[in-house]
């Protein structure tokens, strides 16, 4: 043992240590740069390039930039800004435009004076995109020249040219995703229209042209919003009534540094808050959010009290303020500090100060002007409050109902015996004939079954209190173990595959909506963290003679008929469609759809919180015209009826 232990110290020596020269260490680990290989890493790409011009409009030298989708999932970025440089960089001896796109860290935005707020904090947008593509150009109109560059997966191919003369200025980048770095090469529009959308509402005044020329027919859009953040929050509200007209600006500045909020309340129970830092979305919050929350809370309470609506020292908290807001929060500071290359949560402590400064002297004073406004608010934090505390009582009250802190599980759920919830699954099934089959067909020491019975509520138009004591949504709490809303702890959860099994009909559909309206609105990190399963139940069951054989869908029925009668074309091949899950013997339905080794699942993602909010309160909510817009609209795409 002593000799292999020896040896192994021996051959590690620097004949082991690997340097990437380079570009190679983007190849080598892509992830670390773009967060994966998988779509959202492929539109990262675009989102690198576009935010390049973004910080051109930013520092006041660009009003237009075009978006291009080619032919051959082919992307091109164009704008009207400088141009990147072209000269000689002095710390390398070679022309800066080289220099941005081979080196990592390198660009304007390190305190050289190019940019004073910047998105593309780290400097190696364009030399990632440049590594990761299988082929690269760039040209770039600047002091009455046409200069172009050329690369493949990183390498200059054609050193910078001159190729023309021009009379406008600007930068041209043309590249097509490496097929050897990425999952898949497709580009998705919708969701580089949602991305571009969202840049032209924070930049308010700049244009941005989207199109899309792979088709038969070039489809696009222009898109140009002159009121900025305010047009956006009236885009988050379109499907949903506000209880006041105006929708509230706030803005402020420190130094160099700028914030600005807007703010509109509707009549739903939802909070809908989109924060930015240098255009670039921060899902995960920070000081930026911290300081708008905190403020608006102490802004509502001291009107209230002010005014005696608020009695004593009773008190609206910040779930209360925030029920039906929907806010954006955008600030541009120089030094942003992110956490992490792919930009998720703002650290600047100033930030909050400035924010929260902000909010404390504008939102009160936009009350004192508008009281109608601030009643209304008020008023609905108030039932916010009111609505809390009845849920709290409801949650006590089941909870002594059903024995939940002995730990007692509903009468529904047949558990599973693994205790590690990393290894167990629950199966939510719709109806007492299905749930008994997966009973019987499952394998009882890691899937637990959990019947459900009847149509569900539908939590978009109802409060928490509502949901406690519900006698189809509490046992799917209690069996989860995690709680939901504010008090949701994804630690505590039992089960970390979650899996809805129902019919592959209408109402089968119907009833995952439902589910998945709950879990979006209440428990939403079990679809981030990706628990949440859709089952696919087989469609048809094929046979000829003792050969037996399922299909999941038209395509696969005809394929494995034609596959079952190759030896014999004339053979009878008996098909027949399952009516539903309650008609499948435990046998079948553990072979074609629990069987971990044979089934297929769909793992439900939250690729879009802001698109997600907009259908759920589309196809849920009170008003009946978008809904019947939107069906109409996509009525023509739907070939079986599925998520």
Known sequence: MSENIEQIKQEYDASQIQVLEGLEAVRKRPGMYIGSTSSSGLHHLVYEIVDNSIDEALAGFCDRIEVTIEQGDVIRVSDNGRGIPVDIQEQTGKSALEVVFTVLHAGGKFGGGGYKVSGGLHGVGASVVNALSEWLEVQVHKDGHVHQMKFSRGEITEPITVIGDTDRSGTTVRFKPDPEMFDDTVYDYEIL?????????????????????????????????????????????????????????????????????????????????????????????????????????????????????????????????????????????????????TKQKLGNAYIRTLVDGLVSDQLATYFEEHPQAAKAILEKAMMANRAREAARKAKESVRRKTGLESGQMPDKLQDCNERDPSLCEIYIVEGDSAAGSAIQGRDSRFQAILAMWGKMLNVEKARADKIYGNDKLYPLIVALGAGIGDEFNIEKLRYHKIIIMADADVDGSHIRTLLLTFFFR????????????????????????????????????????????????????????????????????????????????????????????????????????????????????????DI
């Open 193 to 341: 229209h949602t991305r571009m959308r969202e840049q032209a509402f924070l930049n308010g005044g700049l244009t941005i042209v989207l199109r899309d020329e792979r088709g038969e027919e070039e489809k696009g859009e222009t898109l140009y919003y002159e009121g900025g953040i305010r047009e956006f929050v009236s885009y988050l509200n379109r499907h949903k009534t506000p209880i006041h007209s105006d929708v509230i600006y706030l803005s402020g500045a420190k130094g160099d540094a700028v914030a600005e909020i807007a703010l509109q309340y509707n009549d739903g129970y939802n909070e809908t808050l989109v924060s930015f830092a240098n255009d670039i979305h921060t899902p995960e919050g920070g000081m930026h959010e911290t300081g708008f929350k905190t403020a608006l809370t102490r802004v509502i309470n001291a009107y209230g009290q002010k005014n005696n609506i608020i009695k004593g020292d009773d008190k609206v908290s910040g779930e209360d303020v925030r029920e039906g807001i929907a806010a954006v929060i955008s600030v541009k500071l120089p030094e942003a500090q992110f956490e992490g290359q």
């Open 522 to 641: 209440y428990m939403r990190p079990l679809i981030e963290h990706g628990y949440v399963y859709s089952a696919v139940p087989p469609l048809y069951k094929l046979q000829r003679g003792k050969q037996l054989r399922v299909a999941y869908s038209d395509e696969e029925r005809d394929q494995i008929s034609a596959e079952m009668r190759a030896d014999n074309p004339n053979a009878r091949v008996e098909i027949n469609r399952f009516k539903g899950l309650g008609e499948m013997d435990p046998h079948e339905l553990w072979e074609t759809t629990m069987d971990p080794e044979q089934r297929s699942l769909r793992r439900i993602t939250l690729k879009d919180a802001i698109m997600a909010d907009q259908v759920f309160t589309v196809l849920m909510g009170e008003d009946v015209e978008p809904r019947r817009e939107w069906i109409e609209s996509n009525a023509k795409y739907v070939v079986n009826l």
